[in-house]
Structure formats: structure tokens, C-alpha cells
């Protein structure tokens, strides 16, 4: 069973441009979570997508967002770079939306430059 | 809001020694918790996982307990090898969705 996919692996932009960023959840998995991980601030939460709708929302600004579509994979755009947009972004897949194990990818590392 | 500290690291080991990773939390109701680990250049692997209180994960030979009493849920390995070298987070998510709240992340080193 294949796991989660994230592409691309790599990217570097330069500030001020736009990126998306896709993940493919395991066969069968409805839900799909986003995260960044950076050195100063850690793992945080972007969103959760569950049945193509937004079910929760981190505290990131309105630059950051995303979409699910029907069958089930995911992306999310990041528009107007800055430096700190700088970092891996992982996604997580779940077969339900609650009470199941998240399941990650490799993740995204994005550099801004 | 909920939140998770864990012991910052990094926590050189030697190679068969005794490994403890402190982990506690402040949620309301009853999250579940999870441990994460995390080798270089990778993303994040469940290691194991409680969802009620007085629950015990384990897996390749990590252990942890979920205290309620104590709001905690701290890792432990009795011999530990080179090969555990990563990055281990401390995780609970609420009851209703899948948002994780992760730590900070521990970095454990094990020399042969």
C-alpha cells in the first residue's frame, strides 16, 4: 500500500512568488492535515481538509491556504513569498476525520530566496 | 489552548544505556497522545500512541504511559542503539478532528 506522497520535494522561489504544494493521502484516507516545521517555531498546524471541506484552520495569515479535491489529494498555495515562508511542509493522512492515526509524508522543503 | 513541552535536547546517549524523554501537556477534555520520531531528512513516523489515561504504547521497545494525574506521557527505551538517533516529538490531538499539537521536539544521539 503506498504511503503518502508529497511533490515536490524540493523547490526553491524567490520572494514575492507563489508556490503549490501537493500531497496524495494513503488509498482510502479522507482526511489530510498540513503542517510547517520550522528550527525556531517548530511543528505547527496549517489546516484539515475532510470531504473537500476546510474542517480547521491554524493561526497562519491568509496567504496560506488550500484545497482538497474529490479524491481526496490536497494542495496548498502559498502566494506572496517572504524569507520565513522558508520550510518543510508536511502532510498528514487520516482515514477519518477524529480518533485515527495521522500518517505522514516526506514533506515539501521550500526555500525562499 | 492545548499545548505540549517536552525536554529540549540533545540527549547524547552511550550505545544499550537508558533513555527517559519527559513530555507534558495542558489540554481540556481527554486528547489522545502520541510520540513521533523523526530520522533526517524525513518526515514524521508514529511511534506510539495512548487515548485514554493509564494506556501504555509501545513499540520497538519504547514505552510510555499516559498520566492524567500528572499530565504526562514520557518516553522510555531500556537499551537504546545507534540506530535510535532521531528526532522524537511529543504529540496530543483533541477529541474531535485530527489537529496535532506537537513539543518541540527532542534530539537524541546514541554513540556506539
Known amino acids: 500500500k503506498a504511503g503518502v506522497t508529497q511533490t515536490p520535494r524540493y523547490l526553491i522561489k524567490t520572494r514575492g512568488q507563489q508556490v503549490t504544494l501537493s500531497c496524495s493521502p494513503i488509498s482510502g484516507h479522507r482526511s489530510v492535515s498540513w503542517y510547517q516545521q520550522t528550527p525556531g517555531q517548530g511543528l505547527q498546524f496549517l489546516f484539515e481538509y475532510f470531504s473537500e471541506t476546510q474542517r480547521n484552520k491554524g493561526n497562519f495569515p491568509g496567504r496560506f491556504s488550500g484545497r482538497q479535491f474529490s479524491n481526496s489529494r490536497s494542495e496548498m498555495n502559498v502566494s506572496t513569498l517572504e524569507l520565513g515562508d522558508s520550510a518543510l511542509y508536511l502532510c498528514?493522512?487520516?482515514?477519518?476525520?477524529?480518533?485515527?492515526?495521522?500518517?505522514f509524508g516526506q514533506g515539501t522543503r521550500l526555500t525562499v530566496v | 489552548g492545548n499545548s505540549v513541552t517536552q525536554m529540549e535536547g540533545p540527549v547524547t546517549l552511550s550505545e544499550e544505556a537508558f533513555l527517559t524523554i519527559n513530555c507534558t501537556y495542558t489540554?481540556?477534555?481527554?486528547?489522545?497522545l502520541f510520540w513521533y520520531v523523526q530520522y533526517p531528512g524525513e518526515g514524521l513516523q508514529l511511534l506510539l500512541k495512548?487515548?485514554?489515561?493509564?494506556d501504555k504504547g509501545s513499540n520497538k521497545g519504547f514505552e510510555a504511559t499516559y498520566r492524567k494525574e500528572t499530565t504526562s506521557f514520557h518516553l522510555e527505551k531500556g537499551s537504546v542503539q545507534v540506530s535510535d538517533s532521531a528526532v522524537y516529538f511529543c504529540?496530543?490531538?483533541?477529541?474531535?478532528?485530527?489537529?496535532?499539537?506537537f513539543g518541540g521536539g527532542t534530539r537524541v544521539l546514541v554513540k556506539p
Open positions: 495512548a487515548t485514554k489515561a493509564d
Open positions: 504529540a496530543l490531538r483533541e477529541a474531535a478532528g485530527n489537529k496535532l499539537t
Open positions: 489540554a481540556t477534555g481527554y486528547p489522545s
Open positions: 498528514a493522512s487520516s482515514l477519518y476525520i477524529a480518533d485515527t492515526e495521522a500518517f
